[in-house]
């Protein structure tokens, strides 16, 4: 009981700490050289403590948005810069977290592909968009990531910008890709069948 109340009178309290979780434990960005990206990183406490903390990245090319965070469950948005960057070039490192339950790290690899100059160079339909996913998928995934996707006139539909700007979210943005061209028309859905005879 002394020591609780020697440690109160020093300002120490007995705080449970966080366990704090990444959704993904590492984050990768498809990219045209040229442009922009950007993304979310989740965080939630396991344990349902509170946490905060500030966040940092150990390249100038990718700006945090909102370094600090707090709750149960928060969001640590990032644009990626890619404006002076060469193609199929790869950036490796660290974002970095301190935080009340310790210091975190969450590896990132970004991709620079080929640049999409214009309009031109990318589909203009579903059919086309299904045939670029097939024949070059990392070229997909760069466009799907790029500012220029939303243009495409497909996404004149409000359904699919909607589906879309919602998968863009997602941490894992191949399935998030591979979400949108079965939905959209561009790709068939995987099927399943059982055989249910009994053996």
């Not at 310790?102 to 991709?111: A, C, E, T």
């Not at 068939?188 to 053996?199: I, T, Y």
């Amino acid at each position: 009981m002394r020591k609780k109340i020697n440690q109160l009178a020093k300002g120490i309290t007995e705080e449970k700490r966080p366990l704090i979780r990444f959704a993904s434990p590492q984050i990768e960005v498809f990219l045209a050289c040229g442009g922009q990206s950007s993304g979310e990183i989740l965080l939630s406490s396991e344990n349902g403590v509170p946490f905060r903390g500030l966040a940092y990245a150990d390249d100038d090319r990718i700006e945090i948005q909102q370094n600090a965070f707090a709750g149960v469950s928060a969001s640590v948005s990032f644009i990626v810069h890619g404006e002076t960057v060469s193609e199929n070039t790869q950036l490796e490192g660290t974002f970095s977290f301190v935080t009340n339950g310790g210091d975190l790290r969450l590896p990132y690899q970004i991709h620079f592909g080929q640049l999409i100059s214009g309009l031109s160079a990318a589909p203009a339909t579903i059919a086309e968009l299904g045939e670029l996913a097939e024949k070059r998928p990392e070229s997909m995934l760069g466009l799907f990531e790029s500012p220029q996707f939303t243009e495409m006139p497909f996404l004149k539909d409000d359904s699919l910008r909607s589906l879309y700007l919602s998968l863009r979210r997602s941490p894992d943005r191949r399935l998030a890709l591979e979400e949108f061209l079965v939905a959209c028309g561009a790709k068939k859905p995987l099927k399943l069948s059982v055989d249910r005879e009994p053996q």
